[in-house]
Each structure stands twice: as C-alpha cells, then as structure tokens.
C-alpha cells in the first residue's frame, strides 16, 4: 500500500542518513583533534581516568625541576670537598716534611697557613642557590624524588634526603688536653668543666665542676692510638638534672666507651660522682712523659663546631707530631664527605632518569587511550562519507516516491 501521508522509505533513509553524518561528524571531530576521546561525553570513565594521569604528568615535570636542583647543589659540595680533601694532602705534606731535623719549619707553616686559607675559601663558597652543604649550617635538605599515587588514589611525596658536612676550620674550645693547647687554662679547666692534670699528675679527670654540657659537645680521649669517645645528648642535659649529675652521666659514658677499648694496662676509674680517672695498671697515673708504653691525649669538640676545626690550630714549628696526629683525622672527615656526596649525587641522578622515563611511560599511557588512530580514522572517514552519498540518494528516491501516484490519474 501506498500513501501519501506517511512515506516509511523516506523515513528509513532520513534516520540513515542523520546517523551517517553524526559518525561523519565524530570522525572529522577525531581527525582534527587528534583523539578519540576528548571530553567527558564521550566516554567519563576514559576522560577522567586520563585527566588525572595528565596531572601526574605534570607535577613529574616539578619533581624533575626538583631534583636538578638537588644534582648540582650536591655536585658543587662534592666538589668542593674534593679540592678540600685535595688541598689537606697538600697540608700533610708539608707537616710529613716538618717531622724531620734540618727543615724550615716557619717556612712549611706559613705555606699551611696559605693552605688552611685557601680551604676556608672553598667551604665558604661551596653554594648552589644559596644553598651550603659543607660549612655545617645545614644539617640536612630534602630533594622531592617522587609522586607516589596509592590504590585508593591518594597522593604522596617522597624525598631523597642528603645529610650536610661540616668542613669549617673553628669551633673546638680545646685540642690537646695535656699539651695545654689553646683554650686550656693552666689547670685543664675547659668550658665549665675539668679536663685536668690533678695532683701534678696527667691523669685525665672530668669533675663537676661549672656548667652543665650543651647537646652535641664530644670528648674524645685517644690511647695509644685508639680513639673513646662520649657525645652528650639531650637527655643527658635534661632540665631535671642539675650540672654535677650532667657531669657524672657523662663520665660514665666516657669510661664505658674507654673500657671497651681493652687497651691492656689501662684502668679507668670512676667514683660515680663526675669523677673519671685514668691510670696505669699498677695504679700509677698514666704520665705520657714518664710513660712511654702509655700515650693519651683528650679533646673536647663543641657542639657544632667544625669538622676541621684542628687545622686552624696546626704548629708544625712547635708540635709537629700532634699536627701529624691530627691531619689524618680531617682527610678522612674530608673523604667521608666526598663519599657521601657522590652516592647521594648518583642516586639523584637514577631517580631523575626514572622520573623522566616514567612520565614518558605515563605520557604513552594516556595516548594509548585517548588519542585516535589516524590510518582507521581516515579509512573511516572515507567510508561514511560513501554512506552519506548512498544514504543521501537514497533519501532522494525514497522522496520521489509519493510522484509516481500522479501516473495513476491521468
């Protein structure tokens, strides 16, 4: 049956012809932005899960600005204790020189003089942004490393963290005890508290006497070439006690760290009240003068003070032994450094390729589902466009349908 009112063919070849050029639509839409997916109407769950790996991308980018910063602040620190580590050789040099007879001893020290000025120098300038890592103002920074997306989708930082050196040449109240070096008084009293020659004898006391210690002050007490040591904390400090039980901790610590030395012959002893003494197995003070298998020496360090704060005290024209003593000590502080330096600064280096690596990873990601594929885009561009022709004509016969009821009444 044929009407004039309703023409189904038509009806058939308009609903072809409407989704032929919607998909032609969609298609030129892919072509000219390069992507199937370009916003939320068109697929959410793509869009947003795109979006937020696009976020990613871009806070990889502050992470990547993050660690270069982080690379060449640690690389002019490593740097710089390089040349210090260098120039201390140099140093020790000139007091290796300084140990034998028929030597200008005044000459050598003025050139470690030069040496200790031009070291002082390189830590003082050893700063990148602002930045020092060796002139012990900065204990440690962090270098944001990564972002880290978790399964529920919470975001965290995370950090490489590079601990500072202390390369500085002052700070120390007192180097050798018994050679009543500067900053000792005449009866061994240093900083509020006794590193003292009692009785006229060199043995080594800590008493009660004075201040209480500050957090981080260090003595070391070196026998026979082996070193105690005892670095006050903050407990040991505590405001509920007073600076004689400050003291008397202290002492204990340091006789327990001088007994596990198990230097034979040696005995420290302490009263329980601040009092440490050391002697010579038969009781007799340990006298390094009368002596001779018995040498020990003491130092005290304060808290924050440099790391090569006995260089500015070498005396190769008086005591070229204790300067031999205590070079070895800062070119190894010195070398310790540059070796951490350089791990922290190869590990930096890692975590920026990876970064870089896995935002191009996570960039790819993202195309994989979002951006169109430009050789089936344009052969399907091709074929609606055919269908659009063959929709359109069919639409054209469908119309002229209905005419052909004009034949039957002539």
Request: proline share 1%.
């Amino acid at each position: 049956m044929t009407s004039l009112l309703t023409n189904n063919g038509a009806m058939v070849a308009l609903q072809t012809l409407k989704s032929v050029n919607s998909s032609l639509s969609e298609t030129q839409g892919q072509i000219s932005t390069g992507k199937k997916v370009d916003n939320a109407k068109q697929n959410a769950s793509v869009w947003a899960i795109s979006k937020t790996m696009e976020s990613d991308v871009n806070g990889f980018k502050s992470v990547q600005e993050s660690l270069a910063l982080g690379e060449s602040t640690v690389a002019v620190a490593r740097q710089a204790t390089e040349t210090v580590t260098e120039l201390l050789g140099q140093v020790k040099e000139r007091i290796v020189s300084a140990q034998g007879d028929n030597v200008d001893t005044g000459k050598l020290q003025k050139e470690i003089e030069s040496l200790t000025g031009q070291i002082e120098s390189v830590v003082g300038a050893a700063q990148f942004n602002g930045l020092n890592l060796v002139d012990g103002n900065t204990t440690s920074t962090d270098v944001l490393s990564s972002l880290d997306r978790a399964s529920d989708g919470s975001v965290s930082s995370s950090s490489i963290t590079v601990s500072g050196a202390n390369l500085s040449t002052g700070g120390y109240t007192a180097k050798n005890v018994f050679g009543a070096t500067t900053g000792v008084t005449s009866d061994g009293d240093v900083a509020g508290f006794g590193l003292d020659k009692t009785g006229g004898t060199d043995d080594l006391v800590i008493d009660s006497s004075g201040a209480a210690f500050a957090a981080g002050d260090t003595i070391s007490v070196t026998i026979n070439d082996q070193v105690a040591s005892y670095t006050v904390s903050a407990d040991d400090i505590d405001a509920t006690y007073t600076a004689a039980n400050t003291d008397a901790l202290v002492a204990a610590g340091l006789k327990a760290a001088i007994d596990d030395l198990g230097i034979t012959g040696l005995t420290a002893s302490f009263d329980g009240s601040g009092t440490l003494a050391l002697a010579t197995g038969a009781g007799t003070p340990a006298d390094p003068a009368a002596d001779t298998d018995l040498v020990i020496s003491a130092q005290f360090e304060n808290a924050g003070s440099g790391g090569l704060g006995l260089l500015s005290d070498i005396d190769v024209e008086n005591d070229p032994a204790t300067a031999l003593a205590n070079i070895e000590g800062m070119i190894t502080r010195a070398i310790d450094a540059t070796a951490a330096f350089g791990t922290v600064e190869n590990r930096i280096s890692i975590q920026k390729d990876f970064v870089s690596n896995l935002s191009d990873s996570v960039k790819s990601g993202i195309g994989s589902l979002v951006d169109a594929d430009m050789e089936e885009t344009s052969a399907r561009l091709q074929a609606l466009q055919v269908q659009q022709q063959l929709a359109t004509q069919s639409l054209s016969i469908a119309n002229q349908g209905p005419q052909q009821l004009l034949s039957l009444f002539r």
